[in-house]
């Protein structure tokens, strides 16, 4: 049970946070001990740094779970920076506001507590770019800590709303008549995030996948033809195995590896994993890029086998506007 959405206002103060959070997260554990009590944060829920040095201390840690708001515009004039700035700036500024806001939280190597992405969200027309930017750079982060999440909004309309009926919710993940998402590229975008990579329960090995923040596709490899494809709603999905920057990426439970074979040409399957254009290291100041660094080639989608869509290589392009078609991300999973 969560005990405030989105506090906000002059009168907030961390002092006040703290007593009132306790006597709210109290009243719901003695009405119902089993229920998990969600802790929301300072200004709209974005603002957990002053939890920073300061620990939150119930007898019932077990139970709490932070929630955490983020949308393009929860930072003042934050709308504009998703369009007036190349993503790979601006996405590292954002990354880094996360981590001091709540990634903090769970990367507590003492006492981490869970969090949850309780409410992000855009415009699911597709049309505005600085929201098709934000979600990118979202999606590295919720995919590459397997975060939990709900986003805002299901709905596709409102019987009536502002004293208008049938109003469109163009946030909204279905169309206005509720029968259908209300744009397929920006559905399956949320795809892989829908899943659990990781479970500290499985006995599957620990292994590595291929997924593509912009298009949220993952990369599944072909044994028959020696090509890497891309899917697209990440229903599929091949293990890979990377040990670290200058190492060869193996699939797993073989002896191939990926490698590079040129400029504009299919990354493939290969038993070279010993040469220079087999050793992968994850490049630029994000270490979104999974690039062969000798070589100067970075992996990016475009056409192999049978005109179909797959891994390539093309010259790095690691800080510049649309860097961020190479991003790709080897998310830990131990889960199929």
């Not at 397929?184 to 291929?210: E, G, M, W, Y």
């Not at 990377?242 to 038993?271: F, M, V």
């Amino acid at each position: 049970m969560s005990l405030r959405n989105e506090l906000r206002g002059g009168r907030q103060t961390a002092s006040d946070w703290f007593d009132f959070m306790h006597q709210g997260a109290q009243t719901i554990h003695a009405a119902k001990p089993n229920a998990l009590v969600l802790v929301s944060g300072l200004n709209y829920d974005t603002d957990f740094g002053f939890m920073r040095n300061v620990e939150f201390g119930t007898q019932w840690d077990t139970k709490l779970v932070f929630e955490f708001h983020w949308y393009a515009f929860s930072q003042s004039n934050s709308q504009d920076n998703w369009t007036k700035q190349p993503l790979y700036q601006s996405c590292g500024f954002y990354k880094q506001w996360f981590e001091e806001q709540a990634a903090f939280i769970y990367r507590n190597g003492t006492k981490p507590y869970p969090v949850i992405l309780s409410e992000f969200g855009l415009d699911e027309r597709g049309t505005d770019v600085g929201a098709n930017n934000y979600l990118t750079c979202l999606s590295t982060i919720a995919a590459g800590d397997d975060l939990d999440w709900a986003v805002w909004a299901l709905q596709g309309s409102y019987y009536i709303r502002s004293g208008e009926a049938g109003t469109e919710e163009f946030y909204g993940v279905l169309d206005n008549s509720w029968t259908a998402p209300r744009n397929p590229d920006v559905f399956k975008r949320f795809k892989l995030l829908q899943q659990t990579l990781q479970d500290p329960f499985t006995s599957i090995a620990n292994h590595n996948v291929i997924f593509h923040p912009v298009t949220g596709a993952c990369a599944v490899a072909n044994v028959q033809d020696s090509n890497v494809y891309q899917q697209a709603y990440c229903n599929q999905k091949s293990g890979w195995e990377h040990t670290g920057d200058g190492a060869p990426i193996t699939l797993s439970g073989t002896a191939s590896c990926l490698r590079a074979t040129g400029s504009g040409q299919a990354a493939t399957l290969s038993n070279q994993c010993n040469d220079t254009m087999s050793k992968w290291s994850l490049l630029s100041g994000l270490r979104l890029h999974i690039g062969v660094k000798d070589a100067d080639l970075c992996l990016e989608w475009g056409v192999v086998g049978n005109a179909s869509i797959g891994l390539v290589t093309n010259k790095c392009n690691l800080e510049s506007t649309g860097s961020e078609s190479q991003w790709f991300q080897l998310l830990p999973a131990n889960l199929k």
